[in-house]
C-alpha cells in the first residue's frame, strides 16, 4: 500500500496510541517528550514508533524487499522507483525529506532497503533536531545523552517478576517514565 494512501488512518493511530499511552501512565506528555516517546529505546524513547514518520522507510523496505514478485499478484505493478511521482517515488522523497541529505538514498539504488535501517535513519535525524543547540538546552542535550547511552534503556526491556526482584510498582514505574521523558513530577517547584 503506497505509503501516502492511508495518512489519515495512520495518523489517527497515532493519535489513538498516545491517548492509550496518556491513559496507562496517567501522563500527559508535552509533544516535546512525546516526540521523544516516539523514539527506539536505544535512541531515549519508549518505542511508541509513530507511524506517520515511518510510512515511507516502511513502504521502501517492502516494496524493495519483493517487488520482483509484485507482477505476479499485480500485472500493473512496476518498481519505479525513479519516475516522478510513483508511488516509490513519493515514498523516496518523503524519506529523504525525513531524513536529510546525510542519509538520503538516490533513485537509482540497487542495495535491498531495510526498514531498520531506514527507520534508524529517521529516529537519529529526529535526535539530532531535538539535541540542536539552537534550540535545545545544555541540560536537555544531556539528558537526552544519558537516556541514549548504552544498556540506558534496558530496564524498559525486562520482564517484570517478582521472583527476580524486577518488579516495579506502578507508583514508581510512573516517575521512572516522567524521568526518562524529562517531564516534572510536581505541578510546582517546592522545598
Known sequence: VPHDSHCEA?????????????SFTC???????????????????????????????????????????????????????????????????????????EGAICSNTSDPLRQQVL????????????????????SFQAHLNLVSAPDSSRWLHAVPSGDSDNHVSAELFVPMLQRRLRMPIFDSEHY
Not at 11 to 22: L, M, P, Q, W, Y
Not at 45 to 59: C, D, N, Q, T, Y
Request: aromatic letters at 8%; one cysteine or more; hydrophobic letters at 45%.
Open 10 to 22: 495512520l495518523g489517527e493511530f497515532d493519535s489513538a496510541v498516545r491517548e492509550c499511552a496518556e
Open 27 to 101: 501522563l500527559r506528555p508535552n509533544d516535546t517528550a512525546w516526540e521523544q516517546a516516539t523514539l527506539v529505546t536505544r535512541q531515549g524513547g519508549l518505542g511508541f514508533r509513530s507511524l506517520v514518520a515511518h510510512a515511507s522507510a516502511a513502504f521502501l523496505a517492502s516494496a524493495s524487499a519483493c517487488h520482483s514478485l509484485c507482477p505476479q499478484l499485480d500485472s500493473d505493478f512496476a518498481w519505479d522507483i525513479a519516475s516522478e511521482n510513483s508511488d516509490a517515488n513519493r515514498a523516496l522523497f518523503a524519506y529523504n525529506a525525513a531524513v536529510g541529505s
Open 119 to 138: 527507520s534508524s535513519k529517521i529516529d537519529g535525524k529526529v535526535v539530532a533536531r531535538m539535541k540542536d543547540p539552537s534550540s535545545a538546552t545544555l
